[in-house]
């Protein structure tokens, strides 16, 4: 076969970008993923700017993340001035978190990514052939929407997270009117997890790393220091990331690549990725449904993506009915009142798991509190080089199968959109 198979604009993806493949002699000679997002300078924005106005800024990098980075952000700036907040602050972070992941999830999995296996070009047919899949989709990314609102102060942009705490906090009535509503939301993750699971994905391993956030024991999203590099067994403090992790230049991309600074390889950070290192502690029912669907460590193939966001859904919601229900209960210590802090120069770098994976903010404040220096690391900042040595090791795999070049086409679509990419936020 000999063949350039060109994709303009990737379909349902956030943000733009392109992918070229060159087959010539049925060999494949060249892949390339294409960022074609202009640099938005987050980094910059922020510099010279108050500490009390950087998570406001940052958040608007991503309009399903912004949760990730406003506590990413105030975990930065609370390291250099010593703040230690309450556990009950950080059950509260936690469901902000965890409703970015209810609605990323939710959104990814049923518009984006099921009409790549249902045979369509979009998910309006899907709404017309089962209108009540559609229906109980949108209702699980309205409740991601209602959890976020009602914790941060609006769905997008959280404006009650603030240095120290939360400026304002819910009822505990209506804490337990959301447990109610998460619990009555999982059997509809559950059916998530094996409809996604039933779908034929080709049968491929990741060529790189897997990255995620490392508890001993819990499923860390937001309130761990430690990451690991499975493979590369190297575990580090967010702190040090400059050492495990090296972003390089590539011509054909307006976002930074990355990869393990000690072995060259690239790496995945996702869903994917957090359950290969975290899957003991997954909640119960998360866990016997990933085990149902054989979702277990090691899982290597980067379109079971899909399916460790479904299971991850079942998590989040079981997690989140039952910190509301402590939360009603005040059973943590602590108010989530803001901290009393002083202001003072310093570095300090904050860290959480977005939906779709690992992101760090690097903050270096003056006496003032004002950023002398940025520096932000996305999940999808970290996913595009390993993308594109997956996406060759696909079209290899497509090739020696005898696949058309229609098919390669489409099959390395589907595995972008594995991915979950946020092309406009790796080039932040």
Known sequence: ???????????????????????????????????????????????????????????????????????????????????????????????????????????????????????????????????????????????????????????????????????????????????????????????????????????????????????????????????????????????EWTDAIEEFKVPHSGALFARVRSTARPYMTSALARINLSWPHLSKQAKVAAAKAGLRPPERNPFRNNVAQAVELVDALERCAILCRRLAADEFEGSSAPAKFEVRAGRGVGYTEAPRGVVLHELELDDAGKVVHASIITPTSQNVANMEVDMRQLAELLLAQGADEPTIKLEVEKLVRAYDPCLSCSVH
């Not at 337990?176 to 409809?195: H, K, Q, S």
């Open 1 to 239: 076969m000999r063949a350039a198979i060109n994709v303009d604009h990737i379909a349902r993806i956030e943000g733009h970008g392109n992918v070229h493949v060159v087959i010539e002699d049925n060999e494949v000679k060249t892949v390339q993923m294409e960022v074609v997002e202009p640099a938005r300078l987050f980094e910059s924005m922020v510099r010279g700017r108050s500490f009390t106005e950087v998570s406001y800024i940052s958040s608007r990098i991503c309009g399903i993340c912004s949760a990730s980075h406003t506590v990413t952000d105030l975990l930065a700036i609370e390291r250099i001035f010593g703040v230690n907040v309450t556990d009950r602050t950080n059950a509260i972070r936690e469901l902000l978190v965890y409703g970015s992941y209810l609605q990323n999830h939710g959104t990814h999995l049923y518009v984006l990514a099921a009409p790549d296996f249902l045979g369509q070009k979009s998910v309006f047919p899907v709404e017309e052939i089962n209108p009540e899949l559609f229906d109980s989709a949108l209702a699980l990314k309205q409740l991601g929407n209602e959890l976020c609102t009602a914790v941060g102060g609006r769905s997008i942009h959280p404006i009650t997270a603030v240095v120290g705490g939360f400026t304002h906090e819910i009822t505990a009535d209506e804490y337990l009117a959301f447990a109610e509503r998460m619990e009555a939301m999982i059997p509809f993750a559950l059916a998530t997890v094996d409809l996604f699971n039933s779908f034929e994905v080709p049968d491929m391993q990741s060529a790189g790393d897997v990255l995620a956030m490392y508890a001993s024991d819990k499923y860390a999203v937001c309130d761990s220091r430690v990451a690991k590099f499975i493979d590369a067994d190297i575990a580090f403090d967010a702190d």
